[in-house]
């Protein structure tokens, strides 16, 4: 199947949708993590578990939400996934108890993947066409980087403004005044990339017919089943996921380890956001010249070497310059991943009409890091107080590089033989 090419405002709308619908869930927490434990009266654990909760069920939706997306547009399911994900931000902004934020993170986790990931995922595919994957997918990650790191700016910029005492000496109350117009501001935005999404990105008639499937047969998914390709990224995407979660630590490892105050903190998880799209930039210029395979295989030993310096303890207080050093390495290698690990479908012959359907089963596992790594972070976080907790966890990130490593070269080598 060779689908007519989808034109740049498509691709930049797919930017703008794919981290709009993570930014209450996941984006503030990155970046005001200190402020969201404060403001809702959470330990790093119970933090973790509302991820978790999330992970739970957006693990049956990435299952039976993959199929959806080879028989529906994707500019149909992606924006009711946004409008649907902005109205849990108005509960949010309550500042619920537990309870209520646990199913409030239950139901983010159907919402931001049921109609969402796949659909986006997809819509990539089309508009990389069968020869710029890799360009496809690192404009991507790296545009919903920009995307997260200017909705973080604004965050910050909001919450300074909001903030009437200073910064060091904010009450609880103050914070989750500020903290709550930070909330409303993102959910009302969220509400309008949806309708933007929902008139403008469309594709030709044609096209949408040829990847609209009346039905997902047996067979099709025995065929899925069947790709080595589909088993090797589903341990892939496994380790980079968690590469990418352990991400949220930054700001917390700066006002913990290198004592910064709240906002000096939340600025740290800002300008790791800024990182992204200069990532996605480079590897989307890259990986059509390069093997998308090998570059994926070099991303986890840069993400390897970068936890390392974390993990022996070498980034300390006094360390400033090495602290900025290791975080632009640590990002490098992780960001890296994200940009490639889709971009390699093509490479492992996955067919495009299936994408949905592939993208379901992959996601079983490779996700599975929204379930446990949250608990794991803030039981390592809270076992261990500062500096050695952080250090525990970046060992952790070492070891699924390593693992994620041995895959991507595992891949490489078997679609290299292949003739791929």
């Known amino acids: 199947m060779n689908p007519k090419k989808a034109p740049w405002y498509f691709l930049l709308l797919l930017i703008l949708a794919g981290e709009s619908v993570f930014i209450l869930p996941f984006v503030l927490s990155r970046v005001f993590r200190p402020i969201v434990l404060e403001a809702f009266d959470l330990d790093n654990f119970q933090l973790g578990i509302c ?51 646990k199913v409030l993170y239950g139901y983010w986790g159907f919402t931001t993947i049921f109609l969402f990931w796949a659909p986006m995922i997809k819509a990539t595919r089309v508009w990389g066409g069968s020869t710029s994957q890799g360009k496809a997918f690192g404009f991507l990650d790296g545009g919903r980087g920009l995307v997260g790191a200017l909705f973080g700016t604004m965050g910050v910029l909001v919450f300074s ?41 469309k594709l030709d008639p044609k096209t949408e017919q040829e990847l609209e499937l009346d039905r997902i047969t047996s067979s099709q998914i025995r065929r899925v089943i069947s790709l080595p390709s589909v088993w090797l990224l589903m341990i892939i995407i496994l380790c980079a996921y968690v590469g990418y979660k352990i991400t949220d630590v930054f700001s917390l490892y700066a006002q913990d380890v290198m004592k910064y105050d709240q906002v000096k903190s939340a600025q ?22 390069w093997q998308t ?9 840069i993400s390897f070497f970068g936890a390392l310096l974390f993990a022996m303890g070498l980034v300390t207080a006094s360390t400033t310059f090495l602290f900025i050093l290791s975080i632009l390495i640590v990002a490098s290698g992780v960001y890296a991943t994200r940009c490639l690990y889709f971009a390699v479908m093509e490479k492992g012959r996955i ?70």
């Open 293 to 301: 395979t090998s570059l994926l295989f070099v991303s986890f030993i």
């Open 161 to 201: 403004f909001f903030l009437t005492s200073n910064n060091s000496h904010a009450s609880i109350h103050e914070s989750k005044l500020a903290f709550k117009q930070v909330i409303l501001i993102s959910s009302f935005l969220i509400i309008l990339v949806g309708i933007l999404v929902w008139f403008f990105m």
């Open 351 to 420: 067919p495009l009409e299936l994408t949905g359907t592939a993208v379901g089963l992959i996601s079983l596992v490779g996700y599975t890091p929204d379930i446990f790594a949250g608990p794991v972070m803030g039981f390592l976080l809270d076992g261990s107080k500062g500096m050695v907790g952080h250090q525990h966890v970046f060992w952790m990130l070492a070891l699924f590089s390593l693992i994620g490593g041995v895959t991507a070269w595992w891949y490489d080598r078997l679609y290299k033989k292949q003739g791929s």
């Open 51 to 101: 991820f978790s909760i999330y992970g739970i069920v957006a693990l049956f939706s990435y299952l039976f939400g993959g199929p959806i997306a080879d028989k529906f547009p994707p500019r149909r399911l992606i924006a009711v996934a946004l409008w649907m994900t902005a109205l849990g931000g108005f509960v949010y902004a309550t500042f619920p108890d537990f309870i209520v934020l």
């Open 268 to 289: 740290v998880g800002t300008f790791l956001l800024f990182i992204r799209p200069i990532i996605g930039v480079v590897i989307g210029i890259l990986a059509d010249r």
